[in-house]
């Protein structure tokens, strides 16, 4: 049978999907849960949102998880990747453990293991406890601390169940959206306040990895990145192969290089130095960033960069509309500014779909450490959809946009990439941050006038694909 496809993954490969806790669960005032940033953003600013929605409801995930988990079985996973709300488990970030929150996640691990589905679970994707807002969030060291705090607790009441940890998700895009552009929660425009964050971000991974090896427990732990592929914009011309590798050092390396090599890496700590930009940090907190080894790498790649050295000005625009006319616009004076490929093929959102950049991007996680262990964590297609008259949903684009992607991450593997799963993003249509509910990503359609889930074609598709491990 597997002898006639063209695509044969190795054994055990994890056939999955993601998402996060604030954008599916709901129950945004039950269950003891503490308000995160983005339940007050929300609530405060429903026009920053593009449909005025808000995670309030979100899909109802908190009260629907045992159905969501039979329809993942029903498509085919072999796991999920996850977040924990930290504010389930500590409403107010310092207090004393909400056991409500922990009731809920053990009785959704145990939905999971039951199904035969492996959890790969985040500790924090970008929603952040209100309470440590007022005081500087993560620009405050003693978020670190409260976060580590945080992770000891999540690994002593879930180690026996969850066995695969991330630490942050994307620290790089969400310290971008938060605290340059300002589209995220606290909507700050301050490269000083980002670099210090950044680097923040990093000291709590750090830790929680620490934690984790005090545990005892015997999972794994990692870290998940957005490692977006930056190419010059014309490869002949040496001042933008200046412009991709200083957005690339600003934009991926200076989290790969610190979770991967133990260091910073040189050319933008001596940047920010010269910028006078350089973080409060300290020798022993550099010292305990040598000392953390991840198990693994998590990779979450949508598109492609091409970087200009011609950026006169920093601008930003997000497309949040889905009005294919509406370009994305990245760029920092002097250093690089985003172009579009005139060659591309971009979505609605303005995201270019570049396949190709997924395998680079494998490979030089390879490079940093051969062998390591490599998942995608992420990768998908925000699209427009509707349900047809029959309760149907015929993502074609979905099934070729993850087709293409699968392919290259086939050829990695041939080519010694030690890729261990896909999770695509997402398992269900959710609340996609400020472009609200309009971008569809899921595997299953989610009506939202009734929370009702159709698996789409893709979903069915996803099935056939884990059944016989490959296409
Ligand atoms: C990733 C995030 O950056 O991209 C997800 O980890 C997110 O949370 C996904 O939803 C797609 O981005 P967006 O903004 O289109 O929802």
Redesign the pocket.
């Known amino acids: 049978m597997t002898s006639q496809l063209d695509y044969v993954f190795p054994q055990g490969f994890v056939w999955g999907s993601a998402t996060?806790a604030i954008?599916i669960e709901g129950a945004a005032r039950e269950g003891g849960k503490g308000a995160s940033n983005w339940d007050v953003f929300c609530r405060e600013h429903p026009e920053k949102i593009f449909d005025g929605s808000s995670p309030e409801v979100a899909c109802d995930h908190y009260h629907r998880f045992k159905e969501d988990v039979r329809l993942m079985k029903e498509t085919g996973h072999t796991g999920y990747r996850m977040s924990i709300a930290w504010t389930r488990i500590y409403p107010d970030a310092s207090g004393a453990v909400n056991e409500e929150g922990v009731a809920f996640y053990r009785a959704l691990f145990s939905e999971l293991l039951t199904n035969g589905i492996e959890p790969n679970v985040t500790l924090y994707?970008w929603d952040l406890p209100q309470a440590l807002v007022a005081g500087g969030g993560w620009e405050n060291k003693s978020t670190v601390d409260l976060f580590v705090r945080y992770a000891r607790t999540c690994f002593e009441l879930f180690g026996d169940q969850v066995k695969l940890w991330a630490t942050l998700?994307?620290p790089g895009?969400t310290t971008l959206q938060s605290y340059v552009t300002g589209l995220h929660p606290p909507n700050k425009t301050s490269h000083r306040s980002a670099i210090q964050v950044a680097y923040n971000y990093i000291l709590a991974h750090t830790r929680a990895v620490r934690a984790f090896r005090e545990s005892g427990n015997d999972g794994q732990i990692g870290l998940v990145l957005?490692m977006s592929t930056i190419y010059p914009q014309d490869p002949a011309n040496d001042a933008d192969i200046k412009a991709a590798r200083i957005a690339d050092g600003v934009l991926n390396r200076w989290f790969i290089d610190p979770a991967l090599k133990g260091r910073y890496p040189d050319d933008v700590w001596t940047l920010y130095k010269d910028d006078k930009l350089l973080p409060a940090h300290t020798s022993a907190e550099l010292a305990e960033i040598k000392a953390d080894t991840v198990d693994f790498i998590g990779v979450?790649y949508?598109y492609p960069h091409f970087a200009s050295a011609d950026a006169p000005e920093s601008a930003y625009h997000l497309n949040t509309s889905g009005n294919k006319d509406e370009s994305c616009i990245f760029a920092i004076k002097d250093l690089f500014r985003f172009v579009r490929n005139p060659q591309g093929k971009f979505t609605d959102?303005g995201w270019e779909i570049f396949p190709e950049g997924l395998y680079d991007l494998l490979m030089r996680a390879q490079e940093y450490r051969p062998g390591i262990p490599v998942y995608i964590t992420?990768n998908g297609i925000?699209m427009q959809e509707s349900l047809n008259d029959d309760d149907t949903v015929d993502d074609r684009g979905r099934i070729e946009f993850v087709t293409e992607h699968l392919k290259v991450a086939h050829r990695a593997l041939q080519d010694g990439v030690n890729l261990k799963g896909y999770y695509m993003?997402a398992l269900m249509d959710n609340f996609?941050?400020v472009?609200g509910f309009k971008?569809r990503?899921g595997f299953l359609f989610v009506n939202r006038r009734t929370l009702d889930r159709h698996v789409k074609a893709s979903g069915h598709w996803y099935k056939k694909v884990s059944d016989q491990n490959g296409f």
């Open positions: 996060a954008q994707h998700n994307e895009w957005n979450n949508y959102w992420e925000g993003w996609s941050w472009n971008k990503y």
